[in-house]
């Protein structure tokens, strides 16, 4: 059964940092795109980062490069996204994400989310 479980939301304050990850099971992380996306109340959901398959460097939305780092650690079968220098519309539920539609289209897999807040 696939599994892709996040943690490490939080509130912060302006500035902060935290740390997001997601554990991935039922699957292995190398043969999916990673990436993460988040959806704050009233927008719709947008793509912060993504990781190809063959590994080399990530792909950050224009909002948070220079600021978010994502990462993959495959022999734990888990994806991080260290979140820098957070900011106020960062704020948002955060969401793991595992594509392999091009294999087979119901290869799509989201995690059920962690919240981030960042307020003074």
């Known amino acids: 059964q696939v599994q892709l479980v996040e943690s490490g939301g939080g509130s912060v304050l302006p500035g902060g940092s935290l740390k997001l990850s997601c554990s991935v099971s039922?699957?292995?992380?190398?043969?999916?795109?990673m990436s993460w996306h988040r959806q704050a109340p009233g927008k719709e959901r947008e793509m912060v980062a993504l990781?190809?398959?063959?590994?080399?460097?990530?792909h950050y939305a224009d909002s948070v490069k220079g600021r978010f780092t994502m990462s993959r650690a495959s022999d734990k079968e888990t994806v991080f996204l260290q979140m820098n220098s957070l900011k106020p519309e960062d704020t948002a539920v955060y969401y793991c994400?595992?594509?392999?539609?091009?294999?087979?289209?119901?290869?799509?897999?989201w995690g059920q989310g962690t919240q981030v807040t960042v307020s003074s």
């Open positions: 039922g699957f292995s992380l190398g043969d999916y795109y």
């Open positions: 994400n595992a594509d392999r539609r091009w294999i087979n289209p119901t290869n799509n897999y």
């Open positions: 990781l190809g398959i063959s590994g080399g460097p990530a």
